[in-house]
C-alpha cells in the first residue's frame, strides 16, 4: 500500500467558505469559486503567497458552461497566477476527491499550505440538460442505453430495499420522507440553503404526494440543481497553530469506488465502496463509528441517505430506515445527519458538494453553526458519493490532534 | 495459453448486433467458471484473463425497476420508461428496460418475475457513445 502507511503529519483546517446555494445566473463557474475561496482566505490569516497549490472540484463544467481546463483561470482570478493548480472529476465526490488528495500532499510534506473547493452551475443549465448532465456519471453505455437517471439509480435502490429487508414498499416511503421532513426542516434555518426559509414543515403526505421523478421517488426524494461554490484552506498543523487560534484537524480519510450498479449487484443497498472508505477513515483516525458526533452525510436522494447510515456503521443493514423513523438520526438523537440541511436542503452544486460538507463540519466543530447546533460536537464526519457508488470518500475531523 | 479466437474481446458494436438478433453474448471463465455479461476486460468474478466467448441463455428474473417521468435531453420523448435490473440464469445483472405500460400499478410484485431479453434500436443522441444508434436491451415477462 506504499505511502500509506509511511508516517504522516498532522493536516488542519484554517479557513472555510462558501457562497449561498441555489440560482445564480450571473455568477460563472470561476466567480463561484473565487467568492467561497475569498471568505476561507480571509478567516486564515495568512498572505495569499503562503498558498502553494490550488486542488479545484468540477463536475460537468464543459456541459453546464462550455468550459474545462479551469483550474488555470481559477488560480489567475484569485490573484495566485501560475502556482500548480489541478482539476478533479469524481462526480459528486469531486471536491471531496480533491480535499483528500490536497491531505494527502500537506501530510506528506509536499505543500505545506493548500487551497481546495469546487463550483459547479446546475441550476442555470436547466433541467434537461443538468439531468443528462449528472446521468454522465453513470455508465456510459449500457446504463446510460436503457435512460437511466440518478433519481432513476436510488429508485432501483429502494425497490432493492424493501424486497431486501422485507419492509413493504409504502411503509418504506413513509420512512424515507421523514429524511426529506428532516433535511428540509434544518435546510430552511440554514441562511446559505438553496431553501432558506421554504419546506421547513413539510409533512408525510407532501413528500408522498409530489410529482413522481422515478417511482417510487417524487420530488421531496430528491436533491435539488443547485448552482455554488465552497471552498477550503488547509495546512500542515503546526502552521496552522502558528497563524489562528482554533484550527480543525483532520483524523482521517478514506476513499473507494466500484463499476457500474449491474456489476455491484445486491451490494448497491451495502454501498460496500462506503464501507471501505469508512473503515479506512477510522482507521486512520483511530476512532470507530460511536465517537462520531455527527455526520454530514450524501443524501442526493431519501434512501441515499439511509443506506449510507448503515454502510457507515452508524445502523445495521436494513435498520437505518427505521433510525431516521425514530429520530436517531435528528439533532439530539445519537448521530445527527446533516444538520445543515444536507443536500436536499441545502442544496447539492455537485463539484462544491464536497468541501460545503466540509464547511458545515468545520463550523460546528467551530461552534459558529449558531442555526441548528450539534451540542459539544468535538468530532464530525462527511460522506460524498460520486455517481452510482462510483467514488466514495470519506474525512472525519476534529477538534484535537489525532490521539 | 488462451487460443485466439476465445481471446478475442467482444466489441459493444459486436454485442449489440447480437442483442439485435435476440442473442445475449458474453464471457465464461476458465479458472472460476462464473459468467460474465455484458462483457468486460476480465472475468468480473475473479479479475481472471482467460475467459471464453459464451451466448448466455437471455433468461433471468426482474431484481428491481424504476419508471421514469423525467428524462435526461436526449431521452424525453421516450417517457414514461421503465428501467429495469435482470439477474440472468448464469448469475450476472443486466440493466435495460421492462416493456410493460402498468409497472407502478403492479409494484413490488413485478420482482422476481421471470423475463427474457432482446435488443431494440432507438436513436442516438449527442454524447452516447455509439453514434449510430443506441440499442436498449428489452426485457419481456415469460408468462
Ligand atoms: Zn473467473
Redesign the interface.
Known sequence: MGGINVEKRDVAVLGVGQTKFGYHPDKSLVDLFAEAFYEAFNESNIELKDIQAIYYGNFVGEMTDGSANLSGFISDEIGLKGIPARRYEAACASSSVAFREAYLAVAHGIYDCVAVGGSERLYNAG???G??A???AVD??????????F??VF???A??Y??KYEI??EKLHEKMAQVSIKNHKYGAMNPKAQFYNKFGDLKVEDVLKS???????TLFDCCPMTDGGSAVIIASADFAEDVIDKPIYVLGTGQSGAG????Q??DMIRAIPRKIASEMAYKEAKLTPKDIDFVEIHDCFTIAEIIASEAMGFFEYGKGADAVEEGETWVGGSIPINPDGGLIGKGHPVGATGTSQIYAVVKQLRNEFKYNQVKDAEIGMTDTLGGDFGTLVNIILGVHRRG | MVEESESRKITYTEYFDALLEGKLLGYKCKDCNAYTCPPKAVCDNCGSQKVERVELSGKGRIKTFTTTYVAPVGYDKEVPYTVAMVELEEGPWIIGRLEIENADEIGQDLIGEEVVVEGKEFPTEMFYPDKKRRVVPIFRLVK
Open positions: 433541467t434537461a440538460i439531468t443528462r449528472l446521468a454522465t456510459g453505455l449500457h446504463e446510460m442505453t436503457a435512460g437511466l437517471t433519481p432513476g429508485a432501483l435502490a425497490r432493492l424493501s424486497k413493504p414498499m410529482k413522481v421523478i422515478c417511482s417510487p421517488l457500474g450498479l449491474f456489476r449487484k445486491e
